[in-house]
């Protein structure tokens, strides 16, 4: 595999961060090589951030920032009215939207012409199945889906291992969020 | 085994696996994780470490000081205001021959206040007598912090590992760490000659010692550090022989056949060998010379690196403030002198603060490079690369 350059768009507080470490953890598991890094500037709930993440079956050199990414991953539709989550995506991207409108409606909205829109309702996952509005779990299993990168059950399980550790005593957290991300996996769609 | 570690995590993983005697610490950003997940380990008990949470850095490594007087193996961490802050004592440690170990996240130093990746805190400290290695990743700072212990106590001198603030510190990479149980194996324990609590064999330590004797025993320590490039060779061949990782004062990448290079330090050096092989493709001929010891400053591996070309183009994370270009690139002049025939130099001072630097950038220096080659003259010696208004 070549290397594959990820952005990630979000909101302080909604665990872009989380979910792009998330990511490159699962994929060290199958083998890969991986970078995953957040974008620090004067940060605060609710404001517009980023995460990256490189994945790559050779060693990773770079310690640069990623101004073309493969695959851009929005964890907040809001976001698409004052940030150009496009910026850098090639005529091949792929985008994967949190949203309840469809790919099409996105494409539209994003003015895209060939890029790839995958769309997911991550949020109303999140707030039925977690309770609150953290979508970033279940757009780790729409966004495994989509770039067609990792196998998924290998995923599953070393999610579940990192969350397990996270949370030692709240077992309810760790499988609402597996149940989560199994959901935006299957309800996933262009 | 192989894992995912932030360059912090990988930093305070090597912490857990040395198990110091002391650690005394202060939080700072970027390298607050450093400590903060060793204070879990300290909770948790999977160390053994006496943790003195200080308050303020100065503190810190005072206590640090302390503690390895009394023969114990001592580690911290800090970063930019921290560092500097403990300025006054860093050269006590040395003048006092005090192998400890500082996990140096590189942060500006203010102002204006800034938390992002520069080099001007550690190299605000060259002078204080510390060893001081730069690392280009996650792995390397881990390797590295591992070896480090090792050869401050050889060479009982202090020393620190640095990072790339943010870029290292924060950014997860896949690390292979080294087996708990080898760490001890490889490190031995710390066989202090005196030790301040042995009431048997009582010692001064810190006297004063003026215009009689002071100069003698300056002159010691400067010898010491006579003696370091050698045992840095051998723990990293050790290191190299029992894990398989090597690692050398001077890394050089793609250098055999170059006619243009360029020196670099820290994470920069990966970016450089991408724009290598990019051009490489290309059919050009470049290559990158990564400075990963940076005191003593490895002149006999610098001067064999940087001979192979014609011409060379420094790049510092810093300034020195003396109208005379960054750090390395005064050194680089300086052992050059006595040659015969040395590359045209060329200074780019570049990602102050944090600033990105691109492999396109980069490509676009070496491009500048060739020009160089092919005029035979500099028009500049040194560059602001990158920044407004240049």
């Given amino acids: ?190 | 085994m192989i894992v995912a570690r932030t360059g912090n995590e990988a930093m305070a993983e090597a912490m857990r696996q040395i198990n110091p005697d002391v650690v005394a610490a202060y939080p700072i950003t970027p390298a607050t994780e450093v400590v903060q997940l060793f204070s879990t380990f300290v909770h948790d008990g999977t160390v053994s470490t006496q943790f003195v949470p200080a308050e303020s850095e100065h503190s810190a490594i005072s206590a640090c000081v302390g503690a390895s007087s009394a023969g114990a193996r001592v580690m911290t961490s800090t970063s930019s205001q921290g560092l500097a802050l403990m300025h006054e004592i860093l050269f006590i440690a040395a003048g006092l021959r005090l192998p400890i170990v500082i996990c140096l996240v590189n942060r500006s130093l203010s102002s204006p206040i800034n938390i992002h990746c520069d080099h001007s805190d550690s190299l605000a400290s060259r002078d204080s007598g510390w060893i001081q290695i730069f690392t280009e990743n996650t792995q390397e700072a881990y390797d590295t912090t591992l070896m480090a212990v090792k050869i401050a106590e050889k060479a009982l001198l202090p020393a620190m590992v640095t990072t790339d603030g943010f870029i290292i510190s924060h950014g997860m990479e896949r690390v292979e760490l080294v087996g708990d149980a080898e760490v001890p194996k490889f490190l031995g324990e710390r066989k202090a000659k005196t030790s301040l609590l042995d009431v048997d064999n009582p010692i001064t330590l810190g006297a004063l010692d003026l215009q009689d004797y002071f100069f003698e025993h300056k002159r010691s320590e400067i010898d010491a550090m006579n003696h370091v490039l050698p045992i840095i060779d051998e723990v990293q061949k050790e290191f190299g022989k029992k894990f398989g990782r090597n690692y050398n004062t001077v890394d050089e990448y793609k250098m055999d056949d170059a006619e243009v290079a360029i020196l670099a330090m820290g994470s920069t050096g990966g970016t450089g060998k991408v724009a290598v092989d990019r051009l490489r493709e290309q059919g050009k001929k470049v290559g990158l010379i990564r400075c990963r010891v940076y005191r003593p400053f490895p002149k006999g591996a610098m001067l064999k690196a940087v001979s192979k070309v014609k011409v060379l183009g420094i790049m510092d994370r810093a300034d020195t403030m003396s109208t005379l270009g960054g750090h390395l690139y005064n050194e680089c002049r300086s052992i050059l002198y006595d040659s015969e025939e040395r590359p045209i130099m060329k200074n780019y001072i570049y990602g102050l603060g944090g600033r990105d630097i691109s492999i396109e950038e980069i490509e676009d220096i070496y491009a500048e490079l060739f020009n160089i080659q092919k005029s035979g003259e500099v028009d500049k010696e040194i560059v602001y690369y990158g920044v407004r208004g240049e």
């Avoid at chain 1, 970078?35 to 770079?62: C, H, K, T």
């Avoid at chain 1, 907040?76 to 090639?90: F, H, I, N, S």
């Avoid at chain 1, 005529?91 to 790839?116: F, H, M, R, Y």
């Avoid at chain 1, 729409?142 to 005593?169: C, Q, T, W, Y």
């Fill in chain 1, 1 to 190: 595999m070549a290397l594959l350059e990820i952005r990630w768009h979000g909101r302080g507080g909604q665990g872009a961060k989380t979910a792009a470490l998330l990511f490159a953890d699962a994929a060290v598991e199958t083998g890969k090589y991986i970078q995953a890094f957040p974008e620090y500037g004067p940060e605060r709930m609710g404001a517009p951030v980023f995460a990256f993440n490189r994945i790559s079956d050779e060693p990773i050199l770079q310690h640069c920032g990623i101004k073309e990414p493969n695959i851009v991953v929005v964890l907040d539709p809001t976001l698409m009215e004052t940030v150009d989550v496009t910026d850098g995506l090639p005529p091949d991207g792929v985008i994967l939207v949190n949203t309840q409108k469809s790919a099409s409606e996105i494409k539209k909205q994003l003015k895209l012409t060939s890029q790839n829109v995958y769309v997911v309702d991550a949020s109303k996952i999140a707030n039925e199945i977690l309770k609150r509005n953290l979508p970033n779990t279940p757009m780790l299993g729409a966004l495994i889906k989509v770039s067609k990168l990792l196998d998924f059950n290998a995923m599953l399980g070393s999610v579940k291992l990192r969350l397990e550790h996270k949370f030692p005593n709240r077992p309810e957290v760790v499988e609402g969020n597996m149940k989560a991300i199994k959901r935006a996996y299957e309800e996933a769609k262009a």
